[in-house]
DNA sequence: GCCTTTCGCTACGCCTCGTAGCGTAACGCC
DNA sequence: GGCGTTACGCTACGAGGCGTAGCGAAAGGC
């Protein structure tokens, strides 16, 4: 998330946040406009207002930059208490679909993804940012239905469900939205939920 | 997959045809070297023995020729019958997760598709080219499926499932190899064709 | 008030893009 | 076999992005 580390010097001159703020606004607001491919770094510094170099000091690469613009907008998701799991899944999937109606995590997003495939630092930095930090929801979701008691404890959970339901859920939604660019409408997160749900409680029947 | 999709003279030289196959295999040359990001027309246009310009005259852009390069490694993927439903998705499962091991599909599929969300012509070529087609599998797997009596007939099944279907199958691969970026090994296959299984068999009990 | 670091700015070499123009090569048709 | 048509290889070009270097000025810590 943040752009360097800790690892900076005490003296001299420090870094403007200010800079940092507009830098990544700047960012979202040019994928926007022109999407991934087209957005180049000298513009968003004009945008930002400040100089290429600036840019350069803080981001080695466009990959890198676009990633932390995008990622705080993940941060948005929740996962409040609807008062059964099939409300608490259909809700959350609404909200992520939401998200892929952006156009700036649209067209980024598969884009850092497609470069990270090349650039194992890069994937690093995607899943500490983006990826590990939202199985959160996958975890609060569970925690919350085995209170419920919707789900048996955790004691009785094969290792990696979290993993694999997490998948499941970001990965059908994505593909339905961005590959087969069809709406993510409420029949549709419905079905899915349903489906879901009924393997989850067969695997919960027989370990 | 065609080039140029019909109309074209029946005079003068043709094209030749030696020429297109040598640019999609260099096409695919070129991604396991270079990856997306840095493959360039003019490199692709070296490897195969032809100029640049010949290259334009076929393809608009980088993209559409990545497209048409790719997809027809996704005609490799073949569903042989296994006997049960459970093996025959496990097997598909596992021949989709080995084809985005290669290291071209794996850094062109997100790339193209990050691409289309800005490029309708380009979306419309990639449904037609690799996702309308591959559908094809989860057809065939369903008709098996019904007449092994394991899936109730077509007339008890809502529509739009087998596409229900294809997001969560594809969407949870991919999502595991290219953004988790972990292993499609045995036990996850075993897993998620479990979790799958178990929610088929949950809506067929209850349509 | 000095030292350190960042800042904005300008300029640069390098590369890729996509196109234009040329002469030549290969085919269908008569 | 000749003619018309189209594709081909080649060269060259302007446009534009990349990433870096070097400068003087500004903004903090001590």
């Given at each position: 998330m943040c752009s360097a580390p800790i690892p900076r010097s005490r003296t001299g001159r420090p870094r403007s946040a200010r800079a940092d703020a507009a830098i990544l606004e700047a960012t979202r607001a040019a994928l926007v406009e022109l999407?991934?491919?087209?957005?180049?770094m000298g513009d968003v510094a004009g945008r930002a207002g400040v100089a290429k170099t600036t840019l350069y000091r803080r981001w080695a690469s466009k990959n890198e930059l676009v990633v932390d613009a995008v990622a705080?907008?993940?941060?948005e998701l929740e996962l409040p208490d609807r008062g059964s799991l099939t409300a608490d899944i259909e809700g959350v999937v609404r909200q992520f679909a939401a998200l892929l109606e952006r156009p700036e995590t649209k067209t980024a997003l598969m884009a850092v993804i497609a470069e990270s495939t090349r650039d194992e630092p890069l994937r690093e930095r995607i899943r500490v940012s983006i990826v590990e930090r939202q199985k959160r929801l996958v975890l609060e979701g569970r925690r919350r239905a085995q209170a419920r008691g919707e789900l048996p404890t955790t004691s009785g959970t094969a290792p990696g469900t979290d993993d694999l339901i997490f998948d499941v859920i970001a990965g059908a939604v994505v593909h339905r939205a961005l590959?087969?660019?069809e709406p993510v409408d409420a029949e549709w997160v419905r079905r899915f939920t349903a489906l879901l749900l009924g393997g989850l409680a067969a695997a919960a029947a027989q370990p």
């Open positions: 999407g991934w491919s087209k957005l180049t705080v907008l993940f941060d590959v087969s660019a």
